[in-house]
């Protein structure tokens, strides 16, 4: 039976605990560490996925001792485990948590953690082996790396590892993600550097190769011949809520598009690599960001759409415009909305468009990946109106909704040859059950297994903004005359429907 046969496939890969050694949490009083990062060590150490030999020193600047670091954890865990915390567990785990207060620009600081880790690593037995992570703005990225270089504390000898995780945004242009590169590469080799992307910890984005290769049937016509065009929805009922402030440098394009967008097109559009290692899989994805072909000044008016949300309602509530969200600009050109049609230049795909749009304040919350067939060439039901006979799609559910639907057409039962359009849907939750996750457990067990598979390579980063340079140009010298131009609630303005109506084609319709 299927769902036995994946149980035996997932146990072998994963029944090895991560190696032993201490993660550094810079940043450790903020939201990302409450929210994402302990309730995923948790479900790790839940698991048996931890080594017996782990532990964490969160570093943050507020003072606090190791019994009151616990002591919060343990308060905040309650709101935002995934599943019900086991009290004998996490006793257990929380006594392997630690906390240092300091100041990442302050040397001193450093050589404390430097002893307070060389202590923790004699207690614990973790081998020399240490893993940082950045949960902190971006501004100190380069300047806590430094200080580790400076510190030794990533000098990797006598077979241990030291290892960087290092968050989005990975700069705010070419030019910066370029200039991030080069300053942690003095000081780290890009081996030892863990580039994240939290899309890549979801199970249906992971589930996109081995939808692809690891089944015989779709490969086939996974390309240009049989498929019309790829349509990708990343919609979010959210506003900006409290991050205003970074929301209003980066806008929509920066925040999600040369991300975690590019990361469902790459798995979607590239070539089954030679292996699965973690060059092997990049090489491939590198090259179909190096295929996405850059848009002229003239195509960026033409295939691209901004927007900004208006007030509105979403669920039956009234909700604000962007400009009277929290730290935003009363007249604000940021956007919140991009529409894009690209192209992937290849044998492959070559005039086959990916088109794609997200934003916040749209309906509901849903990512999903369409594959739009072709039509059949000959309409042999010729009394059913060609409209109707509604092209095959292969729908990929990635959130809420996991799993994967396919459309085709059916005869309507009675006398009379009517076509209908069906789906058959596969849903991951009905197969596997659900296994609530944060989708960083996957991310953090293979940096703790130096498995760099599902994380950014420099050149693929680089390659990311190269593709959205032109439009960031583009449309910084053309600020945007009239925004808002859609209404909380809805789904973006009209120009993203004109995109793919000039091209005879539609979004798909997601109900709301
Ligand atoms: C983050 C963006 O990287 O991804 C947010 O900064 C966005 O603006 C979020 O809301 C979306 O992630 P998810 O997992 O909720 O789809």
Request: zero cysteines.
């Given at each position: 039976m299927i769902v036995s046969e994946a149980a035996e496939v997932t146990k072998e890969r994963t029944e090895q605990p991560g190696d032993p050694c201490v993660m550094v949490i810079?940043?450790?009083?903020g939201d990302l560490t409450k929210r994402k990062l302990i309730p995923a060590l948790y479900n790790l150490a839940r698991e048996s996925l931890l080594s017996r030999h782990f532990a964490v020193i969160g570093f943050a600047r507020r003072p606090m001792s190791n019994e009151e670091f616990r002591k919060k954890i343990s308060q905040e865990i309650k709101e935002f485990a995934t599943s019900p915390v086991d009290p004998e567990l996490w006793d257990r785990f929380v006594k392997q948590l630690y906390y240092l207060p300091g100041d990442v620009q302050d040397a001193n600081s450093f050589r404390e953690l430097q002893s307070v880790l060389a202590q923790i690593d004699k207690e614990h037995g973790t081998r020399g082996n240490y893993f940082y992570y950045m949960a902190m703005a971006p501004d100190f990225f380069c300047p806590i790396v430094q200080q580790l270089g400076a510190t030794g504390l990533v000098r990797e000898e006598n077979g241990q590892w030291r290892r960087v995780i290092i968050e989005k945004p990975f700069g705010h242009d070419l030019d910066s993600a370029r200039a991030l590169n080069q300053a942690i590469r003095q000081v780290l080799s890009e081996k030892q550097i863990y580039r994240i992307d939290h899309y890549l910890g979801k199970e249906t984005v992971q589930n996109i190769l081995v939808f692809r290769f690891g089944n015989g049937i779709f490969e086939p016509i996974w390309n240009r011949r049989y498929i019309d065009h790829v349509q990708i929805t990343v919609a979010e009922d959210l506003g900006v809520e409290q991050r205003g402030d970074y929301y209003e440098e980066a806008g929509t394009l920066r925040d999600m598009v040369p991300n975690h967008i590019f990361q469902l097109i790459t798995l979607t559009a590239m070539?089954?690599?030679?292996?699965?290692e973690a060059d092997a899989v990049r090489d491939e994805q590198a090259k179909i960001l190096r295929a996405i072909q850059p848009l002229s000044p003239e195509e960026v008016l033409t295939l691209t759409v901004r927007g900004q949300y208006g007030e509105g309602q979403i669920g039956g509530e009234p909700v604000p415009a962007y400009r009277s969200?929290?730290?935003?600009?009363?007249?604000s050109r940021t956007e919140t909305f991009v529409a894009l049609k690209l192209s992937i230049d290849n044998w492959r795909w070559a005039d086959i468009p990916f088109y794609l749009r997200t934003g916040k304040r749209l309906p509901k919350r849903v990512t999903e990946i369409a594959i739009e067939f072709k039509r059949?060439?000959?309409?042999?039901?010729?009394?059913?109106?060609?409209?109707?006979l509604t092209p095959n799609q292969l729908v990929l559910h990635i959130q809420p909704d996991e799993g994967i639907s396919l459309r085709f057409g059916a005869k309507v039962p009675g006398p009379l040859v009517r076509l209908g359009a069906v789906n058959m849907n596969f849903d991951y939750a009905d197969y596997f059950g659900s296994t609530p996750s944060t989708g960083y457990e996957r991310l953090l067990y293979d940096c703790m297994c130096g498995d760099a598979t599902l994380f950014q390579r420099a050149d693929m980063v680089e390659a990311g903004w190269s593709v959205v340079a032109p439009i960031l140009d583009v449309w910084k010298a053309l600020p945007p005359r009239a925004f808002p131009n859609y209404a909380s609630g809805t789904w973006g303005p009209k120009e993203a429907d004109e995109l793919m109506e000039r091209d005879g084609r539609r979004w798909r319709k997601i109900s709301d």
């Open positions: 810079f940043g450790a009083s070539e089954p690599p030679i292996s699965f969200e929290p730290k935003v600009a009363p007249d059949a060439p000959f309409i042999l039901f010729r009394k059913t109106p060609i409209e109707r």
